[in-house]
T-cell receptor, first 111, second 112 residues
Framework: EAQVTQNPRYLITVTGKKLTVTCSQNMNHEYMSWYRQDPGLGLRQIYYSMNVEVTDKGDVPEGYKVSRKEKRNFPLILESPSPNQTSLYFC??????????FGQGTRLTVV | QKEVEQDPGPLSVPEGAIVSLNCTYSNSAFQYFMWYRQYSRKGPELLMYTYSSGNKEDGRFTAQVDKSSKYISLFIRDSQPSDSATYLCAMSADNAGNMLTFGGGTRLMVKP
């Protein structure tokens, strides 16, 4: 089954404690992306990757890092999380015809 | 001003109604237009996409693009309670889809 798997689904952490949200896809897609979803603001792109070792900033990259060492994995790293990064995060990989496959989401709370 | 504007709703309609969901945008470079549906606690799923202006129909769903007015619509005929979800429009200027710009989403509730 084609899928994008994110972990964890829910995370509560404290300000400044480094965390990583993992994302893995099994469709051999080259393009992957991270979004955050906030009420009234829709989905905003954080970073995207067009292939292994190729990443670029989206609309809201500040405070985030990514890496793409393998095609299937695209982790999102928050080196020093802050409360304004409390949000719902989605990883997506893009197939043909603009069909983006989204993960189940990670609800992050930073206190 | 946001690049893509979408009324957040909620939009509440009775079962069987025709639903019209809309987005306006400001970037004239957008050429590819998509509608995603997002159920509660799930990631968005692609419903339809269209290129440039015109209409596209898929079952009960019709997507319409008017590039001259920078306005896109999604019509749902014979709406069902299972259509209750948030609908997000998305747009891209290139066919690689590197930068999908999403609207904020409209929450739709179809009541039995």
């Amino acid at each position: 089954e084609a899928q994008v798997t994110q972990n964890p689904r829910y995370l509560i952490t404290v300000t400044g404690k480094k965390l990583t949200v993992t994302c893995s896809q099994n469709m051999n897609h080259e393009y992957m992306s991270w979004y955050r979803q906030d009420p009234g603001l829709g989905l905003r792109q954080i970073y995207y990757s067009m292939n292994v070792e190729v990443t670029d900033k989206g609309d809201v990259p500040e405070g985030y890092k990514v890496s793409r060492k393998e095609k299937r994995n695209f982790p999102l790293i928050l080196e020093s999380p802050s409360p304004n990064q409390t949000s719902l995060y989605f990883c997506a990989s893009l197939g043909t015809g603009f069909k983006a496959f989204f993960g189940q989401g990670t609800r992050l709370t930073v206190v | 001003q946001k690049e893509v504007e979408q009324d957040p709703g909620p939009l509440s309609v009775p079962e069987g109604a025709i639903v019209s969901l809309n987005c306006t945008y400001s970037n004239s470079a957008f050429q590819y237009f998509m509608w995603y549906r997002q159920y509660s606690r799930k990631g968005p799923e692609l419903l339809m996409y269209t290129y440039s202006s015109g209409n596209k129909e898929d079952g009960r769903f019709t997507a319409q693009v008017d590039k001259s007015s920078k306005y896109i619509s999604l019509f749902i005929r014979d709406s069902q309670p299972s259509d209750s979800a948030t609908y997000l429009c998305a747009m891209s200027a290139d066919n690689a889809g590197n930068m999908l710009t999403f609207g904020g989403g409209t929450r739709l509730m179809v009541k039995p």
